[in-house]
Structure formats: structure tokens, C-alpha cells
């Protein structure tokens, strides 16, 4: 039984855009006003057309705690590593803000809130949680509970069906990326 | 760039080449795992945590309330500790939004706590805001109030109230400006759906929504025109997409690519203000090519099809290709989609309504949808979606200048009805008749006739020789109430500063200052009253729907602020009606309001049933928006939010209004019999005989109960209890001859006719009109917007001609529009505006919240990438929009939503003027955290000659690159916000 954690995963037929996850985000957990833990990133904008082919397409992208998570591997003081639920974190004690993890993520979820110029004083990293403490309370992600479309989906891998990583998840990762994300096995 | 936003945007590169298809319905009957069953609504694939207590603990505790920023009406909850509020929480089991809020809903709980709000009543002196206690306020505001109409009269104050109090607090307005003696009220429905209400009240009776929100999800086709839901109503987007889901087709048609259209299947693009031949381009199609239009319900339910007809063959595909710019295949596929349908509706907003053709354009989407015979269904109707949380609501209370509330409109009859309504009413001390009422206004004649507007009241207040043309009423305006009014909302804004400079007394009203207060460079004779936000108080509020749900009070009002309800109260006493005003508690007014509006029937929401559906909603399913209970249970069979009409207090509301497919008193409606049973021509006003599946007769068109407006319950404590008329209407064994036998004063001949006893709503079974034979225009005729590219469409179909005392002011569309005949050879791009979806309104309670002024920190110019080039300009650099009324200096975003020939701005904007920021005019501590300069400076001149709304929408602009030295210095942080949204480096 495969032991990976539940994550957010963007279902881009329904972004809007509306920006709900990223200001409940930080309001839930009273972020610095920079740190964009969760965003959307609209591509082909005024392109009618299919999803990620050639039509505009808002993807709301955070930290997908990847299996492989890359930011793990490079990390060179082991501030990131893995939390009781496997999803992964960042102690900030440990951090040095050598910005590696922001560059090794296919994704650009490590934020920097405190930085002030590009090189050499960073700060340190913060990104998504997977909202580790809302889980403790057995509940929701609260950008997955407040998406007015239902752009988020959230579960583990494991309890998704061949079919539906495949239809989802799976179109959206793929090849390498479906690895890092999920993993080799599942 | 910031170092993330940059690496993100290339980790968002490596999945460009990826398809996606994720297709949630077959991704739900796919799985048979019990924890992906439990996803309701796909939200999680965990099994749903359990529900979670309401109170957290002993000292926090969550409190339900209703989002203050657009109208689709979504529920959240403040968590609240004490007497502060530390957050919020999703309301999941809400039926409209189910938890799900945009970027603006997501921001209420730091709007409560936000620093930049206004703390204690200001008043300019010399130059500078000096802090005043309330009683100095208050009575000051009274006693100036009180001179100028000693003075000057009663019309010589101006009354703007608001969209954002609840239904009480508008009530409340209205009747002080009754009291106070003028028709000079209005507010922000003027703007935004004063069209509408004149277009579809014209055409079948009343002027909302036809159905939900929630509905649309059973629409086959979508025809969304001149409306961007994605921005303007994000959640309203999960019932689109529903259709969608559903196999259903969603087409935009409006001058730009929205992100609503990148959820569309069909993109129409046409000139801005090209609505009406558009529409005629597909009825062409529908009527007399594909033969679709449906002949048996045109017959049975609409009047006049023929004048409709002859026009529809005026605007062959080609003339309309040339007019619009949508070439004829275009036409035809959109028409394809709609006339194939099962069922469909068309929905818009203020793309359609902001013309000075509005009231037409609108005529038109309801004669389309008609002509299908899809008005008056599940999934079929016509929706104009409003725009702020209680606009509705305040519409309905007509904060307008040509009505009294509930539409009843300035005669004597009317005056009579709300006389004898506050002279009844148990819940006041006050007496009053029509005499007296009379006493009150500068003669009965001005009692009777329509007041300034709030597009245009600044024409009443500058100087003769400011003014175009008359005056028609004693004395210019010296005061001005602005309350919870944003004015950089109205064009002509250059002018509208003038006119604040000129009055003695400005009164603004709001949470954050609003440019009321700012704008006008003068050194006094402005007050400013903080106002509590909507978390601070207390009251319904009617969303888009027509359904209305009670907002409970989270906190007290924070710092020296007070709720609308506790100021209006204290002006009332100050000028000396304070006995009509001496509620003991809200719930009073609520009473009083369904007592008295009893034409659009609003009897039957009364404060318990209200309330009890708010702390119920979780009963109410998401499809029809009925409560999903067994038959014992107190809400059985009822509607959320008792949908307007509701008739009376067991009245379970009506949520798709003409429907005639169910009994009046389970929803079911009819279209109103208006206009009388015979129209000039002799054509019968009411309905065909029909049999429909809930009666086992035949059932007869009927007129409109007598008096059923007017005659009040023999109880007036019990508002929702059924009157005669309305008994009558409902009951299967009384006619509308019982009915008019039975009341005192009515002639009963009218009525020998229609003696067949059978269920009826109170407003009868009547026709939609095709021919509106009180519009200047019958039937809709396509004009040329007052600024357009096109002089020789201007020639041939010009706009209309002067009126005199329209709304005691003089319009003279045509003669701007000659005057601005070569306009096109300056100006060459045609202008619209509309809205950003992390802003509301005036931008003064988003503009001064950090998740949202965060989000987006930039006023800007949408201009094509083409032009950019030609500029030389990119996303983040200054440039001047220029036009004939003025000029704004703003930020460039380069996008392809719009074509080369277009520009875009957001009307949210304020604190630069033509290039001059002036944050440095607010009060200290209250300066906004984002600001820009205000497009409503320069959309054009024009009107709609039926309601003075104002035509935002077809200007025409040129475009000029700023120079270093005329860049605007915005405020630091702002500034970071841009550099941070990758607008700036």
C-alpha cells in the first residue's frame, strides 16, 4: 500500500482565474502579503481552444508534494524533508535560502517572501503545506474547500482509479513529470 | 521579476505541450470507491470530514453572513472571538455557492479589520480633515440639510443612496427622501440595470431575473451577451460549467475575448454597441431560415409578433455583418446552437445595459428568447445578473428617482398606496396622508414628477452656464448625500468634480472614504461618517435570483463606526420625522416592507421565514434550490430565499418567474397582464387558454387582480396574510369577477369577462409584448452609439433626437452625436469598460484590502500586442487614454483579449485625475493601498433616452505613450505589489 500523502491537484477545465485559493490562502494562514503559496498562471490568454493545446488556460499551480520531490534532493542542509502525512515541508531553521529548491521544482512553488534582490539575499523558502494542520483536524485543504469551480481536486494517488490518473492527473504529468509527481510505481 | 513568479512561469512552460482532458462526469461514474462517491460536487476525493461544530470552542464561535461584493449571494462565515473577528470559514453547505468563494469573498474578514478604514466622522476645514464627534456630525448635516430646503426647497438636495446596505437600511432611504420632500433619490441600479428593468418590465411585467442563479446549469444553450461571469460573478461560473458538463453549449457575445469566453464553445465578437442587429442577425436566421421559432407559443403568449417580424426581415445577415463586424456564418452557427436547444437561456450585464440604446438592447434578448418559446422554464429564460450584494434588494425598495418602493412609480395612486402604508404601519407612531405627504414637497406637480439621476445629478448642480441645457425644477442642487455610493462609477467625471466643488455640502457615507470626499478640491463643506461594513450589521439582502437571506451581525461596529440603520435613524429624528422612523427593532422594517410592497409580492417574506432559511440552508439542494426535505417538514415545498414573487407567509416563493407549468402556489407564475386586456390596437392582452399538467381544466388568460397592489391585509401586523385579491388570485374556486365583486371601489364591469374560477397569480395571465408601444421605439432599431468609427452607419441610423425635462434635465444624444461626427479621424480605438475580478464597484473596499489590492495592483489599459508594438510599449509602462471628455494616464496590459482595434479598462479605479494622483486628499491613515486613474473621465456623453443610463461602453480613444517626468508616483507598496505580480521589474 503505497504511502503517499493526499495533494491538490489543478483541474484546469474549471480555473477561472478568480483568485479565491490565493487570497483564502494567505488569509488563512496570515502570510506575508508576497508569498503566493498557491496562484494561477494563465497561458495562450484570448486563445480560444483545447486546454494546454492552444486555448487560454488558467492553471492553478502550489506544491504538488511530489513523490520524487526534487526540492528534497537538492537541498543541501536537509531543511526540506517529509512530515508524518509524507507530504513535504520546509523547516525554516534549517534554510539558507540558496534558492536551489525554487530551481530544481518543475513548478516554482518555493516563495520568498523576505527576499530583496534576486541573488544572494533570498530569505527563506516558504511554499504550500498541504495545510498539514487543517489534515490533523480532518479536514480539507481550504483552497481545495473554497474553489468556487471545483479547480481543485484533492486526494492520494492511491485511492484515484487507473482510469482517472489517466484521464487527469496523468494528462496533466506527463512522462517525466508524472514521475516526479507521482512516482515510478503507481 | 521575483525569482519564484519567474521560475514559476517556467515550470508552467514545461507543461505547455501537455493535453488535458479531465472530465469530471466520467471521472465520477468511473469510480466505485466509496471515498470518491462521497466527493460532493468533486471537491475531494477523501470521504467528507465530519460536518464541523459551529462553535469551536467556548469563546469562538462562527457567524453567518453574505458576501457584500457581487450579487450572486454567497454565504461565509466569520469566526469570531468575543467581539473581533480572527478569520472565516466556507459555508459548505450554502446551496448557492457550497463554500466556494472568489478572490473578493475570500477577502472579508481582513476588509472588517482593515486599517485604512474610516475611524471617526471627518469634516474638512480649511484645507484639512479634522476629526468630529457624532452629535456634531449628525446635527450639523441636519440643520444644513434643513436651511437649504428653507432656503432653496426640498429638490435642492440629492439624494445617492446605496446598493450595499441592506433591504431595511433602503427602505429606510427611500422613505427619508420621501419625507424630506423630493424625488431627487437614486442609486447604483441607475447605472447598472436601469435598462433592464425598463426593457423587460416593457416587454413582460417585471424587470429581474427570471430564474436562479443555480438554474442556468439546465440550460442547453447559453447566450451569454455583453457579460463576463468569470470576473463578474466567478461562482455564477460553476452553474455554466454544469451546463456545460451537462452536453450543453455556452457562447460569449461582446467586443473582447473574456476569460469567460476561454470557457465558451462559440465565441461571437461584435462592434461595441452593436447589440441590436446582432440579435435581429440571429432572429433572421432562427425566424426565417431555419423556421425555429416557436409559432404555438407566440401565438398563445406574445402580442404584436408581426411588427416584431417586419423588423427582424430589416436586418438580413449581410446588412448585420457590415453593422457589426460578425460575419454571416458567425451569425448562423450562433443561431444554429440556440434555435437546436432544447431549451436555452440568455443572460447579460452591463455590456448590454451601459448604452444609450440599453432599454432596446435588452427588449431584444427578451424577444429572442420568446421567439424560441424558451422564456418561463427550467434552463430557459432571460437573465440580467446584477451587480452588488443588495442591488436587488435596493432596486426592489426603488432608491430611484421615478418610483416609490416596490415600482409603483410618482401618481397619486402610488402616493396614495405608500401614504396609507406608513399611516397603517404598527411599528412607527407617526400619521400621515396624501395631504400631508403633499405639504411636504415643493408643490403636488413635484411630487409626482421623476427626480435627478445619479448618472447625471451633477447637471442640477453646476452653474448655468456648466449646464447642457434646462434645469426643470426650482432651484439648482446644493446638497449632496452620497451614501455608499462610489462616484467614480459615473461618467462625465470631470464634471462631477465640478459639481462637487460647487454644492455647499458634501456627505459621504462608507467604511473607507470614497472620492465624495476626496475628488473635489475645495477646502470645505464636506463631511465624511464611517459606516459599519456589512459584517458589522444586520438585515436581508435580496441577491440576483430575487432571492433574499438574512445577514447576522459578526461583531459590533468597529472603532467609531455605525450601522446604516442606527444613522439613518438618528438624520430622521434630526429632521423631525423621527416618528415615522421609530422602529424598536430591524426585523420591524422587514415587516413593514412586506407589508407595503405587495407588487412584485413581497409579502411573504417576512424576518422568521427569512432567517429560517439562512440557518437552514444546508436543506436546500443546488438544482431547483428547494428544500430536500420530507413532507412534514416546516420548509417543505419552499424555495431558498422565498424567490420574489412570494404572495404570502406560506407562499413557498416563485424561482422561475412566467413559468406556467406550475400552480401559482407551488412557484408557478404567468406573464403579467400590464397594460390592460385590449391593447390600442384592439389585440387581447391576456394569454390563450392552456391545460396545463397541474389542472384538469382549461385555464383562461386573465387580467391582474383588482387592487391587489394596493389593498393591505385586515391585520397590517400580519403583512404575509392573505387579502382578498391575493386569496382570490391563488384559490381554484374564485375569479377575478369574485374578486372585483367582492372589493369595495372597483368597477366590476372590467372584469364580467373573466368569470372562470381558477388558480391565478395576483398579476394575471397576460402577454409578453412585442411591440412596447410607450418606448420612443416600439421595437427595437439598431442606433449608432453617440461616439462611433462608423459616420455613415451614424447617417443612417441615427441616435435619438433632444428630449426635454427628462428627468428634469435636457438629453440630446443626437445633437452630441453630430457634434462628435469626425471624432473617429482623432480617435481611432473604440473604448469599453467593464470589470477585474479581484475588484467591486468604486474600488474603495478592495483598493484598501491586501489580498485583493495584492492581486491586482494595477489600473490599466488593455490594449492588443500589435498596437503595444506600434507603441513601443509593454505590460507596466504609462500611457495617456485619450478621448474627447478627457484623458487618463495609465498602465498598459498587453493582452489578446481584446484586437487591435479595441481598448479595455476597469472602472474600479480612483486616486489619480488625468494623470495627478491625489491620495494626499485623504483623510491621514485612510489613503488607499492601490491607486489609478478613473476611465469614467473620459466613456462618453451619451444616454439611454428611456432611464439616463449612462453609455459607457462605446467610446471612442486614442493612445499616447507617457513621457518619465508625467509618470504618477503610486504609493510604495503598491508599487511592490506590481513588481511582484511580474507587472513591473
New interface residues.
Given amino acids: 500500500m503505497s504511502s503517499q500523502p493526499?495533494r491538490v491537484i489543478p483541474?484546469?477545465?474549471?480555473c477561472?482565474?478568480?483568485?479565491?485559493c490565493?487570497?483564502?490562502c494567505?488569509?488563512?494562514w496570515e502570510l506575508p502579503?508576497?508569498s503566493?503559496r498557491i496562484?494561477v498562471?494563465t497561458?495562450n490568454?484570448?486563445?480560444?481552444g483545447?486546454?494546454?493545446?492552444s486555448?487560454?488556460?488558467?492553471?492553478p499551480?502550489s506544491c504538488y508534494h511530489c513523490a520524487q520531490a526534487p526540492c528534497e534532493d537538492v537541498c543541501p542542509t536537509d531543511a526540506i524533508g517529509r512530515d508524518e502525512h509524507g507530504l513535504v515541508q520546509v523547516e525554516s531553521d534549517k534554510c539558507i535560502g540558496c534558492?536551489y529548491c525554487?530551481?530544481a521544482?518543475?513548478?516554482?512553488?518555493?516563495?520568498?517572501p523576505d527576499?530583496t534582490s534576486?541573488t544572494g539575499s533570498?530569505g527563506t523558502m516558504d511554499k504550500c503545506t498541504g495545510c498539514a494542520p487543517r489534515l490533523d483536524?480532518?479536514?480539507?485543504p481550504?483552497c481545495?474547500?473554497?474553489?468556487?469551480?471545483?479547480a481543485l481536486?484533492?486526494?492520494?494517488p492511491s485511492?484515484?482509479?487507473q482510469?482517472?490518473r489517466e484521464?487527469?492527473a496523468g494528462?496533466?504529468?506527463?512522462g517525466e513529470?508524472a514521475e516526479v509527481v507521482f512516482g515510478e510505481d503507481l | 521579476m521575483r525569482l519564484d513568479s519567474y521560475i514559476r512561469s517556467i515550470g508552467d512552460h514545461c507543461m505547455q505541450t501537455n493535453v488535458l482532458d479531465i472530465d469530471r462526469r466520467n471521472m465520477m461514474k468511473a469510480t466505485g470507491v466509496a471515498g470518491l462517491a462521497a466527493a460532493v460536487g468533486g471537491r475531494t476525493l477523501l470521504a467528507e470530514s465530519e460536518a464541523k461544530a459551529e462553535t469551536l470552542d467556548t469563546e469562538t464561535e462562527l457567524v453567518k453572513t453574505i458576501c457584500s461584493h457581487c450579487a450572486v449571494g454567497c454565504g461565509l462565515k466569520m469566526r469570531v472571538d468575543g467581539d473581533t473577528v480572527v478569520g472565516q470559514e466556507a459555508w459548505t453547505d450554502h446551496p448557492i455557492n457550497e463554500g466556494g468563494l472568489c478572490s473578493k469573498g475570500a477577502s472579508i474578514a481582513e476588509s472588517v479589520n482593515s486599517e485604512q478604514r474610516l475611524k471617526d466622522p471627518v469634516k474638512k476645514v480649511d484645507g484639512e480633515w479634522v476629526r468630529i464627534g457624532w452629535d456634531e456630525a449628525m446635527s450639523e448635516i441636519a440643520e444644513t440639510l434643513l436651511d437649504i430646503r428653507e432656503e432653496f426647497g426640498p429638490d435642492s438636495t440629492m439624494w445617492m443612496g446605496s446598493a450595499k446596505v441592506t433591504n431595511e437600511e433602503a427602505y429606510l432611504f427611500r422613505k427619508l427622501a420621501a419625507f424630506y420632500g423630493t424625488n431627487n433619490v437614486d442609486h447604483q441600479a441607475r447605472i447598472c440595470h436601469s435598462t433592464t428593468v425598463q426593457g423587460l418590465a416593457n416587454t413582460w411585467g417585471f424587470g429581474a431575473m427570471t430564474q436562479s442563479v443555480n438554474d442556468v446549469q439546465h440550460a442547453d444553450a447559453n447566450l451569454i451577451i455583453g457579460h463576463n461571469p468569470a470576473e463578474a460573478h466567478p461562482v455564477m461560473m460553476r452553474y455554466i460549467q454544469k451546463a456545460r458538463a451537462n452536453g450543453g453549449t455556452v457562447i460569449t457575445a461582446e467586443p473582447r475575448f473574456t476569460k469567460t469566453s476561454a470557457h465558451a464553445d462559440i465565441s461571437a465578437r461584435f462592434r461595441s454597441g452593436t447589440d441590436i442587429p446582432f440579435i435581429y442577425g440571429l432572429l433572421y436566421h432562427i425566424v426565417f431560415e431555419f423556421g425555429a421559432h416557436d409559432e404555438e407559443f407566440i401565438e398563445g403568449r406574445v402580442s404584436d409578433w408581426d411588427a416584431v417580424e417586419e423588423k427582424i426581415a430589416e436586418y438580413d445577415p449581410e446588412t448585420v455583418a457590415d453593422i457589426t463586424g460578425v460575419p454571416v456564418e458567425k451569425q448562423r452557427e450562433v443561431a444554429e446552437a440556440l434555435a437546436t436547444a432544447d431549451v436555452s437561456t440568455v443572460e447579460w450585464s452591463m455590456g448590454a445595459t451601459q448604452h444609450t440604446v440599453g432599454t432596446q438592447n435588452i427588449r431584444a434578448y427578451a424577444l429572442l428568447n420568446l421567439a424560441l418559446g424558451h422564456t418561463g422554464k427550467v434552463g430557459g429564460g432571460a437573465n440580467p445578473v446584477r451587480g452588488h450584494d443588495n442591488v436587488q434588494g435596493a432596486t426592489d425598495m426603488c432608491i430611484l428617482s421615478q418610483h416609490l418602493p416596490g415600482y409603483y412609480g410618482l401618481d397619486e395612486g402610488a402616493w396614495q398606496h405608500w401614504t396609507n402604508v406608513w399611516d397603517t404601519s404598527p411599528w412607527t407612531s407617526g400619521t400621515i396622508d396624501y395631504e400631508g405627504m403633499v405639504e411636504r414637497f415643493e408643490s403636488e406637480e413635484f411630487m409626482q414628477k421623476p427626480g435627478l439621476t445619479v448618472s447625471r445629478w451633477f447637471e442640477g448642480a453646476l452653474d448655468d452656464d456648466e449646464r447642457k441645457g434646462e434645469l426643470y425644477q426650482p432651484n439648482p442642487v446644493k446638497a449632496l448625500v452620497v451614501w455608499g455610493h462610489s462616484l467614480n462609477s459615473l461618467s462625465e467625471l470631470k464634471r462631477v468634480k465640478a459639481a462637487l466643488e460647487n454644492v455647499e455640502l458634501v456627505v459621504g457615507v462608507d467604511p473607507w472614504p470614497g472620492i465624495a470626499g476626496t475628488l473635489a478640491e475645495r477646502d470645505d463643506g464636506i463631511i465624511l461618517l464611517p459606516a459599519a461594513t456589512n459584517a458589522e450589521s444586520e438585515g436581508s439582502v435580496t441577491d440576483t435570483s430575487r432571492s433574499t437571506q438574512w445577514r447576522f451581525q459578526a461583531v459590533t461596529p468597529r472603532h467609531n463606526s455605525r450601522t446604516d440603520f442606527e444613522m439613518l435613524l438618528d438624520l430622521a429624528e434630526r429632521l423631525d420625522v423621527g416618528e415615522h422612523f421609530d422602529y424598536d427593532e430591524i426585523e420591524d422594517v422587514t415587516r413593514e416592507i412586506a407589508l407595503g410592497v405587495r407588487s412584485i409580492g413581497r409579502m411573504g417574506q417576512t424576518p422568521e421565514r427569512i432567517k429560517a432559511h439562512t440557518e437552514n440552508a444546508g436543506v436546500f439542494e443546488t438544482e431547483e434550490r428547494k428544500a430536500a426535505v420530507t413532507d412534514d417538514h416546516e420548509l417543505a415545498g419552499e424555495y431558498y430565499g422565498l424567490p420574489w414573487p412570494c404572495w404570502h407567509d406560506e407562499h413557498p416563493g416563485t424561482p422561475i418567474i412566467w413559468r406556467d407549468e406550475l400552480h401559482p402556489e407551488e412557484g408557478g407564475h404567468d406573464f403579467r397582464t400590464n397594460w390592460g386586456t385590449e391593447s390600442p390596437d384592439g389585440e387581447s392582452m391576456v394569454r390563450s387558454s392552456f391545460q396545463p399538467e397541474w389542472w384538469d381544466e382549461e385555464i383562461e388568460g386573465v387580467p391582474q387582480y383588482p387592487n391587489y397592489a394596493t389593498v393591505l391585509p385586515d391585520d397590517p401586523a400580519q403583512p404575509g396574510a392573505k387579502t382578498i385579491p391575493v386569496e382570490y388570485a391563488l384559490s381554484p374556486d374564485h375569479s377575478p369577477y369574485d374578486a372585483a365583486r367582492e372589493l369595495d371601489g372597483v368597477d366590476e364591469e372590467a372584469f364580467e369577462a373573466f368569470d372562470n374560477p381558477q388558480p391565478d397569480p395576483p398579476t394575471g395571465r397576460g402577454r409578453a409584448r412585442g411591440k412596447a408601444w410607450n418606448l420612443i421605439d416600439e421595437v427595437p432599431v439598431h442606433r449608432e452609439p453617440v461616439e462611433t468609427p462608423r459616420r455613415d452607419l451614424a447617417e443612417e441610423y441615427p441616435n435619438y433626437e433632444k428630449r426635454e425635462d427628462f428627468y428634469r434635465l435636457d438629453l440630446d444624444n443626437r445633437g452630441e452625436q453630430e457634434r462628435l461626427r469626425d471624432l473617429a479621424d482623432e480617435y481611432s480605438y473604440v473604448l469599453t469598460s467593464g470589470r477585474q475580478v479581484e475588484h467591486n464597484g468604486g474600488g474603495y473596499q478592495t483598493r484598501n484590502n491586501v489580498g485583493t489590492a495584492n492581486r491586482a495592483p494595477m489600473m490599466y489599459a488593455e490594449i492588443n500586442p500589435k498596437v503595444a508594438n506600434e507603441l513601443g510599449v509593454d505590460t507596466g509602462d504609462w500611457l495617456w487614454v485619450t478621448t474627447d471628455p478627457g484623458r487618463m494616464l495609465v498602465q498598459a496590459r498587453v493582452t489578446e483579449h481584446v484586437d487591435a482595434s479595441q481598448v479595455f479598462m476597469p472602472y474600479h479605479w480612483a486616486g489619480i485625475f488625468e494623470g495627478e494622483t491625489y491620495d494626499d486628499r485623504y483623510p491621514e491613515g485612510a489613503e488607499p493601498l492601490a491607486i489609478g486613474d478613473s476611465c469614467n473621465i473620459g466613456t462618453s456623453v451619451g444616454y439611454d433616452a428611456e432611464t439616463n443610463m449612462q453609455a459607457t461602453k462605446a467610446t471612442l480613444c486614442g493612445l499616447e505613450p507617457a513621457t518619465e517626468d508625467e509618470i504618477p508616483e503610486l504609493p510604495a507598496r503598491q508599487q511592490a505589489y506590481q513588481r511582484q505580480r511580474g507587472f513591473t521589474r
Fill in positions: 493526499p483541474n484546469v477545465d474549471a477561472i482565474d478568480c483568485g479565491g490565493n487570497v483564502t494567505k488569509g488563512e502579503e508576497n503566493d496562484e498562471v497561458k490568454e484570448g486563445k480560444l483545447g486546454r494546454l493545446e486555448g487560454e488556460t488558467a492553471v499551480m534558492t525554487a530551481w521544482c518543475p513548478f516554482g512553488a518555493p516563495q520568498f527576499e534576486t533570498a483536524e480532518g479536514e480539507t481550504a481545495v474547500e473554497r474553489c468556487p469551480t471545483d481536486v484533492y486526494g492520494t485511492e484515484i482509479s482510469q482517472i484521464k487527469q494528462e496533466l504529468f506527463q513529470l
